[in-house]
C-alpha cells in the first residue's frame, strides 16, 4: 500500500494563529487525498477531499476560509488551519487514494493540533 | 457514521477468537473496509471485501460478509495483546464522481492476557 507521512505530528499553538499540516504521500502520485478530523473517542469526520490542481471538495458543514486545503503536487497535500481557536484542538489525519478498482485509502500517522 | 453501526467495546483472552461486528444500511456499497488504529496513530489497513464476495480470509484475519442482511463481520483468530486496539469498519460509497468512506464509530477491543 501507500505510504503517506504528515508533518508535524503535533502541535501546540496560541489562539489566533494560523496552523499549516503537510501530508505527503512517499511512494505513490496521488490525484486525490481526503482529510479527516477526529475528536476523542469518536470516529472520524470527512473535512474534505483534496483533489491536485484543483479547489479542494469541502464537506457541509466544514468553513472553507477556516480550513485552507492546497495540493499543489501528486505528493503534496496541505491544510492550514487559520486563526486556531481551542475548539480547533484535534487530531487530523490524511488520506491517500491509491486508486486502482478499489480506491483503497492509506492513511497518514495523524497531526496532534492543541491550540491554548 | 450514523449510516455504520458498530459496537463500541469487546474483551476477550489472549488466545480466544475475537469477532467484531459491523453494520450497513447502503445496499449499493461495492467495497468494505476493515481499519485498525492503535493510541495516538493512523489508521491502518487491515482489509476489504467486494461486495459480491462472502468471505475473505488473510492469515488470522477472516472477514464475512452477508450483503443480505448488510452485515459485515471481522474474525481474529488467536487474539493477541498487540491486537489491541480500534477496528472501524467503512464502506465506499459513489455519488456521481463523488466517493467517500462512511464510517463506523469503531470498535475497542481489549485483550487481556
Known amino acids: 500500500g501507500a505510504v503517506v507521512s504528515q508533518h508535524p505530528s503535533w502541535v501546540i499553538c496560541k489562539s489566533g494563529t494560523s496552523v499549516k499540516i503537510e501530508c505527503r504521500s512517499l511512494?505513490?502520485?496521488?490525484?486525490?487525498m481526503f482529510w479527516y478530523r477526529q475528536f476523542p473517542k469518536q470516529s472520524l469526520m470527512l473535512m474534505a477531499t483534496?483533489?491536485?490542481?484543483?479547489?479542494?471538495?469541502?464537506e457541509q458543514g466544514v468553513e472553507k476560509d477556516k480550513f485552507l486545503i492546497n495540493h499543489a503536487s501528486l505528493t503534496l497535500s496541505t491544510l492550514t488551519v487559520t486563526s486556531a481557536h481551542p475548539e480547533d484542538s484535534s487530531f487530523y489525519i490524511c488520506?491517500?487514494?491509491?486508486?486502482?478498482?478499489?480506491?483503497?485509502?492509506?492513511f497518514g500517522p495523524g497531526t496532534r493540533l492543541t491550540v491554548l | 457514521g450514523e449510516d455504520v453501526e458498530q459496537s463500541l467495546f469487546l474483551s476477550v483472552r489472549e488466545g480466544d477468537s475475537s469477532v467484531i461486528n459491523c453494520t450497513y444500511t447502503?445496499?449499493?456499497?461495492?467495497?468494505l473496509y476493515w481499519y485498525k488504529q492503535e493510541p495516538g496513530a493512523g489508521l491502518q489497513l487491515l482489509t476489504y471485501?467486494?461486495?459480491n464476495m462472502d468471505m475473505k480470509q488473510d492469515q488470522r484475519l477472516t472477514v464475512l460478509l452477508n450483503k443480505k442482511d448488510k452485515h459485515l463481520s471481522l474474525r481474529i483468530a488467536d487474539t493477541q495483546t498487540g491486537d489491541s486496539a480500534i477496528y472501524f469498519c467503512?464502506?465506499?460509497?459513489?455519488?456521481?464522481?463523488?466517493?467517500?468512506?462512511?464510517w463506523g464509530l469503531g470498535t475497542s477491543l481489549a485483550v487481556n492476557p
Open positions: 488520506s491517500v487514494e491509491a486508486g486502482g478498482p478499489t480506491d483503497t485509502q492509506y
Open positions: 511512494d505513490f502520485q496521488a490525484t486525490t
Open positions: 483534496s483533489n491536485e490542481g484543483s479547489k479542494a471538495t469541502y
Open positions: 447502503d445496499s449499493s456499497s461495492t467495497y
Open positions: 471485501i467486494f461486495s
Open positions: 467503512a464502506e465506499r460509497r459513489y455519488a456521481g464522481n463523488n466517493r467517500k468512506l462512511i
